[in-house]
C-alpha cells in the first residue's frame, strides 16, 4: 500500500537555526513528490515538485532533496515567518488520476 | 490569472442534513480534485474530475458526490451529513490529469 510518513510531527527552532524535515515514503513507483506549506485554517501551498532520485529545488530558505526512499527539506536560517505546517505528498502511478497520498505533516514553529 | 476560489469559507450543518460545496478552478486548468482534511491531518483524497467526468475515487462512501462543469468549476455534495464529516475541505486544480496540483482556501464544515 502507498504510504508517506513525516518526521518529526513538530519542530520548535530558534530563529537562524537550521534543521532538515524527513518524508519517507512507500510507493510502488513514483510520479512524482510535492512539498506543500500550510497555515492554519488555509489550504496548501505549492512549494515544489521532485521527480526522480537526485532531484533538489531550492526556494529563498528552502531546499528540497529527493531519494528513492525519502525526500528532505532543508531549512536554512529559518525566521518567524516560516513558522507553518509543512506537508508532503506522493502521486503514484497505481491509478491514472492525479490522487495525492499526503503525510501527517510537519509543524514547524521558529521564535525569534 | 486567477487562483483557485471555494465558496463558502464556513459552514455549519446538523447531522442528517445536506451540503453542496463549491469550486472555481485556477485559469487553464481542466481537472479538479477534492480532499478532506481532519484536524491535525494530511488531506485524504475523495475524488477527482476531468472534463467533467469522475476519474477516480478515494475510499469514501457513495453520499459524497460531486460534478464538474463545461467550465471546469466544480461542486463536492455531501447527503446525510455525520458528525465525523467536521473537516476542512480543500479543492485542488491542475492542467492535466497528473501534475502540480493547486489547493484553495478551503471550507470549513462543521457537523452538530
Known amino acids: 500500500e502507498d504510504q508517506v510518513t513525516q518526521s518529526p510531527e513538530a519542530l520548535r527552532l530558534q530563529e537562524g537555526e537550521s534543521s532538515s524535515l524527513n518524508c519517507s515514503y512507500t510507493?510502488?513507483?513514483?510520479?512524482?513528490l510535492f512539498w506543500y506549506r500550510q497555515d492554519p485554517g488555509k489550504g496548501p501551498e505549492f512549494l515544489f515538485t521532485l521527480y526522480s532520485a537526485g532531484e533538489e529545488k531550492e526556494k529563498e530558505r528552502l531546499k528540497a532533496t529527493l531519494t528513492k526512499k525519502e525526500s528532505f527539506l532543508h531549512i536554512t536560517a529559518p525566521k518567524p515567518e516560516d513558522s507553518a505546517t509543512y506537508l508532503c505528498a506522493v502521486q503514484a502511478p497505481s491509478s491514472n488520476t492525479g490522487k495525492l497520498i499526503f503525510g501527517q505533516g510537519t509543524t514547524l514553529q521558529v521564535k525569534p | 490569472e486567477t487562483g483557485v476560489t471555494q465558496s463558502p469559507t464556513h459552514l455549519i450543518k446538523t447531522r442528517g442534513q445536506q451540503v453542496t460545496l463549491r469550486c472555481s478552478s485556477q485559469s487553464g486548468h481542466n481537472t479538479v480534485s477534492w480532499y478532506q482534511q481532519a484536524l491535525g491531518q494530511g488531506p485524504q483524497f475523495i475524488f477527482q474530475?476531468?472534463?467533467?467526468?469522475?476519474?477516480g475515487r478515494g475510499n469514501f462512501p457513495p453520499r459524497f458526490s460531486g460534478l464538474q462543469f463545461p467550465n471546469y468549476s466544480s461542486e463536492l455534495n455531501v447527503n446525510a451529513l455525520e458528525l465525523d464529516d467536521s473537516a476542512l475541505y480543500l479543492c485542488?486544480?491542475?492542467?492535466?490529469?497528473?501534475?502540480?496540483?493547486?489547493f484553495g482556501q478551503g471550507t470549513r464544515l462543521t457537523v452538530v
Open positions: 485542488a486544480s491542475s492542467s492535466k490529469k497528473n501534475t502540480e496540483a493547486f
Open positions: 510507493v510502488s513507483g513514483l510520479r512524482g
Open positions: 474530475y476531468y472534463r467533467e467526468e469522475e476519474n
